[in-house]
C-alpha cells in the first residue's frame, strides 16, 4: 500500500460553520466504527486559495447581513435544474483536485458543500474517476444546486428532501434518510440540574442560550439588552464565538444587570450549554438547530437568512419545535409568550424527539463502509 493512498475523502467548504462541522462529525463518526480508517479533509476553497476564500466568504456575510434580498433573489434564481446542470463551481480547481486524487486513490469522496459535489461530479461525468461519491445534504430543504446524477449516495436530513431528489431520478436506494450529522457528544444522557450545578447556574430559573453563530446574528446586542432587562428573573448563556470583539461589547452590556449572564466566546462543549438550558435563541442554520432537535432544545429562531435558513425555519415551526421571529418586536412578543408558557416549552420539547437524528453520523458511516469496500 502506498503512504500517500488514502481511505476517505472528505471535501467541504466553509460558508457558514455547517458543512465544516457536518464533515468534523462524519470523520468522528467513520472513526468510531473504524480507527484505522485514512481520512483527509480538505476545507475546498481555502486550500485552493486562501485569498479567494477570504474574499468569497467575506462576501456572502456582506451579502446575508446587510442585502438579504439580494441573497433570497440569487437563491431563488439559483434554484433550477440549469444551473445545477451547468453550474461554474463543476469547473472549480478540477484539475489541481483530479491531480490530487490521482495521487492519494481514495476509497470514496464524501461532500458536505455543493461546490464540491459539483466538482466530483463532473469528474465522474467525463469517466475520469469511478469512485463512490456521497454527498451531505446540510439543510432540512433541498435546493437544485446539490442535485447531481453522479453522486452515488445521498445522505439527508428527511424524508421531504428524499422525495424531491427521487423525482429528479435519483434511485430511491441511494437516498438515506439518516438526518444532519452532529457530533456524537449530543447523545449524553447527563441530567439538566447536574450540568446546571456544574457551571454554577440556578437549577430554578429559566436559562437561555442565545448563539450568535458562524457570522453573528441579527441584532445580537439589542436581545442581550432585552434579556439583561427582563422583569422576569432569567440566566442567560451567550456563545459569541470567535468574535471576541462581541463577546466584550455583550459583557459590558450585561454587567451590573438584575439577570445573571455567563458570556462565552468559542466553546468545543456545546452540548452541554444546550443540555443546560430550557430555549434556544439562535438563527436556523442546519447543523445548530439539529443539535438542539438532538438535545431536545426549544427554539426561538431570530431572522433567519431568506433561502436556505428561511427553509429550516419554516420546517422545524411546522414541526412544532421553534417560533420564528422576523423583527425584534414580534421577537420580544415571542419571547415573553413562550416564557409564559412553560407547558408549552415542554411539549415543543417532547416533539423534538419526534424528528431528531442524533446518531446521523454513526449511521451515514455504517453506509459509507459499505460502499468503500476495504480489504
Not at 434564481?77 to 484539475?95: C, E, M, N, Q, V
Not at 495521487?103 to 464524501?110: A, C, L, T, W
Not at 408558557?341 to 419526534?354: G, I
Request: hydrophobic letters at 45%; charged letters at 20%.
Amino acid at each position: 500500500m502506498n503512504d500517500n493512498n488514502i481511505d476517505v475523502l472528505m471535501l467541504t467548504a466553509s460558508y457558514g460553520g455547517g458543512h465544516l462541522q457536518a464533515a468534523k462529525a462524519m470523520v468522528l463518526g467513520l472513526k468510531a466504527l473504524k480507527p484505522d480508517l485514512r481520512i483527509e479533509t480538505l476545507d475546498y476553497v481555502r486550500w485552493l486559495n486562501s485569498a479567494l476564500d477570504y474574499i468569497t466568504r467575506l462576501l456572502y456575510v456582506k451579502v446575508t447581513s446587510k442585502a438579504p434580498l439580494i441573497w433570497h433573489i440569487l437563491y431563488d434564481i439559483t434554484d433550477r435544474p440549469f444551473f445545477a446542470k451547468y453550474s461554474i463551481a463543476r469547473k472549480l480547481g478540477f484539475g489541481r483536485l483530479y491531480n490530487y486524487i490521482a495521487v492519494k486513490k481514495p476509497k470514496v469522496i464524501i461532500s458536505t458543500h455543493f461546490f464540491t459535489t459539483a466538482v466530483i461530479g463532473e469528474m465522474k461525468n467525463k469517466g475520469l474517476i469511478n469512485i463512490p461519491l456521497a454527498t451531505i445534504i446540510t439543510d432540512n430543504i433541498m435546493h437544485a444546486l446539490w442535485f447531481n446524477p453522479n453522486v452515488d449516495l445521498y445522505l439527508v436530513a428527511n424524508e421531504m428532501i428524499k422525495k424531491e431528489l427521487i423525482k429528479k431520478g435519483i434511485s430511491p436506494d441511494d437516498v438515506k434518510v439518516t438526518g444532519i450529522p452532529i457530533d456524537l457528544k449530543f447523545n449524553h444522557k447527563e441530567s439538566k440540574n447536574s450540568l446546571r450545578r456544574r457551571y454554577n447556574l440556578s437549577t430554578e430559573l429559566p436559562t437561555i442560550l442565545v448563539m450568535c453563530g458562524a457570522y453573528g446574528m441579527g441584532d445580537i446586542l439589542g436581545i442581550c439588552d432585552y434579556l439583561a432587562k427582563h422583569e422576569k428573573r432569567l440566566q442567560v448563556v451567550v456563545v459569541t464565538g470567535k468574535d471576541e470583539k462581541l463577546k466584550k461589547r455583550i459583557s459590558e452590556l450585561a454587567f451590573g444587570s438584575r439577570n445573571k449572564f455567563l458570556v462565552l466566546g468559542y466553546v468545543n462543549n456545546v452540548f452541554e450549554w444546550m443540555g443546560v438550558s430550557d430555549l434556544l435563541i439562535s438563527k436556523a442554520g442546519g447543523l445548530t438547530t439539529s443539535e438542539a432537535l438532538a438535545s431536545n432544545l426549544p427554539m426561538l429562531i431570530y431572522r433567519p437568512i431568506p433561502g436556505q435558513e428561511e427553509g429550516n425555519a419554516n420546517y422545524l415551526m411546522q414541526a412544532g419545535v421553534a417560533r420564528v421571529a422576523y423583527n425584534m418586536e414580534q421577537f420580544k412578543e415571542d419571547f415573553q409568550y413562550l416564557l409564559s408558557q412553560p407547558n408549552l416549552l415542554a411539549e415543543m420539547s417532547s416533539k423534538c424527539s419526534l424528528i431528531k437524528k442524533p446518531l446521523a453520523a454513526l449511521q451515514g458511516s455504517k453506509m459509507l463502509l459499505d460502499i468503500m469496500e476495504i480489504n
